[in-house]
């Protein structure tokens, strides 16, 4: 997973102060941004795409590269897998968005402890990278766009720990309490994305925040293979994510010193619950939702315009039909693995290697639910399994467990006996959580995962 940071500083003319105040500037403050791609791999191309392209959009509106920080694994474009070396499309046929991305954070410096250093503007904690950080103050807005894989409780960088839900949130009140900025809009793409807010994000903290999805269902890639609109016929991967390319082609098209916070997030919204029900997130808003009203450019600035357009009609989606297709976040890599397969030659190494890589997907993912079945076996009994370990959901307002310490543990018990939680194996994650609502101990779960994962004797 790959994390990109970018902390952007508006510039130009001082325009009249009443119409700054009026489209909620924040005068005499910079504007920051964190850019966040916490995936790495070909396949997950699209994560780095949507970061990218969110760089394009705060770089034209004004933002400066020493204001931006960017997060990301940085092996996509000169991928051998990559038809166009050098260059990410986050459309088909769109422009290379990878052009000028700063490269901040990338490969083993894009980690969860970077990411608080960079976000507490502590760049004592830091480790590797261009030693950028949020030195925000009192004035200053900031903006963070995170894209990626999560799961209940955690969203995912590309190497080392998770971003835990209650971690984030605790570097988000430190940074409150030493009034290091005036307000910050979070946009966070990840399946179960509303997890990382639900019942733990304050409201009166100055923190907006919006998520691809709820707590408990996934989010979707976009332009995938296949389905309309497709990418290039070259491509084997999806090349964006629902919820990001709604805000971003929103952000492009329309203008931003007329467009609010609320106004984007009715738009991606609507956009996001195109197509089948099945196939669609709800869109969500969390913490302080008294500045919703706010502009845009407020945080992302916007680009100098001739002719400005209505942004309450000017956005218009991608149309609509039965072959519009989204793409769970986490079945993407199969779509990937089964694209590879289809398009190598008969009887090549290459055919084989992407029939072995399938196959293993496929064992890796029966494997992982028999072993999270049997666990609950252990732990409930087999009546009590499906309903109270696997399937329960907390009612809205609840945060996904009490006792985070107690979630951690679990998920590391699990981890030193079965091994580190994949992309699809995250999906398990509420597992831990309501294990430990209900009580469970981490000798209960020692005991349950060395049985449902024995080691194998040594020869």
């Not at 894009?110 to 950028?132: E, M, Q, T």
């Not at 890639?221 to 805000?247: F, K, M, N």
Request: charged residues 20%; aromatic residues 10%; negative net charge.
């Amino acid at each position: 997973m790959s994390f990109s940071v970018s902390v952007l500083e508006g510039v130009g003319p001082m325009a009249d102060p009443l119409k700054l105040h009026r489209h909620g500037k924040n005068i005499g403050g910079k504007k920051w941004a964190i850019l966040v791609a916490g995936s790495n791999g070909y396949g997950n191309y699209r994560h780095q795409a949507d970061i990218c392209h969110a760089y394009q959009i705060l770089k034209k509106g004004g933002l400066k590269d020493e204001n931006i920080v960017v997060f990301m694994y940085d092996d996509i474009a000169f991928d051998p897998q990559n038809p166009r070396a050098g260059v990410i499309i986050n459309k088909p046929n769109g422009p290379n968005v990878y052009e000028g991305v700063p490269k901040d954070y990338v490969g083993d410096a894009a980690n969860a402890k970077n990411f608080y250093a960079v976000l507490s503007g502590n760049r004592s904690a830091l480790s590797g990278g261009s030693g950028k950080v949020v030195d925000s103050g009192p004035n200053d807005t900031i903006f963070i766009y995170y894209s990626d894989h999560g799961a209940p409780g955690l969203v995912t960088m590309p190497v080392g720990e998770y971003v835990m839900a209650n971690d984030f949130v605790n570097v988000l009140k430190k940074k409150h309490d030493a009034k290091s900025y005036k307000k910050m809009v979070i946009y966070l793409e990840a399946c179960e994305s509303g997890s990382m807010f639900e019942g733990i994000l304050p409201n009166n903290i100055s923190i907006y925040a919006t998520t691809a999805s709820n707590a408990d269902e996934d989010s979707f890639a976009y332009y995938c293979p296949h389905s309309y609109p497709s990418p290039p016929t070259e491509y084997t991967t999806c090349l964006g994510d629902v919820y990001s390319i709604s805000w971003l082609e929103d952000s492009d098209k329309n203008d931003m010193t007329i467009e609010t916070l609320q106004q984007q997030y009715e738009t991606v919204r609507r956009r996001t619950l195109i197509g089948n029900v099945d196939t669609s997130s709800h869109v969500k808003q969390y913490g302080d939702r008294k500045f919703e009203n706010d502009t845009l450019a407020t945080y992302i600035g916007a680009p100098v315009k001739t002719n400005p357009t209505n942004s309450a009609n000017a956005y218009s989606f991608e149309p609509y039909s039965p072959q519009t297709r989204h793409v769970s976040q986490r079945d993407a890599h199969l779509l990937y693995l089964k694209l590879e397969l289809q398009k190598a030659p008969d009887g090549s190494m290459e055919k084989l290697k992407a029939q072995i890589e399938l196959d293993d997907e496929i064992a890796h993912r029966k494997h992982l639910d028999s072993v999270f079945h049997l666990i609950g076996d252990l732990l409930f009994g087999e009546e009590n399994n499906i309903s109270t370990m696997l399937l329960h959901v907390r009612p809205p307002g609840q945060p996904l467990v009490d006792d985070w310490d107690c979630f951690k543990t679990l998920i590391k018990t699990y981890e030193s006996n079965c091994g580190k939680l994949s992309i699809y194996g995250r999906k398990y994650t509420r597992a831990f959580a309501n294990m430990c609502n209900a009580g469970i101990s981490e000798e209960q779960m020692v005991v349950a995962s060395s049985q449902a994962c024995p080691k194998e004797n040594p020869s």
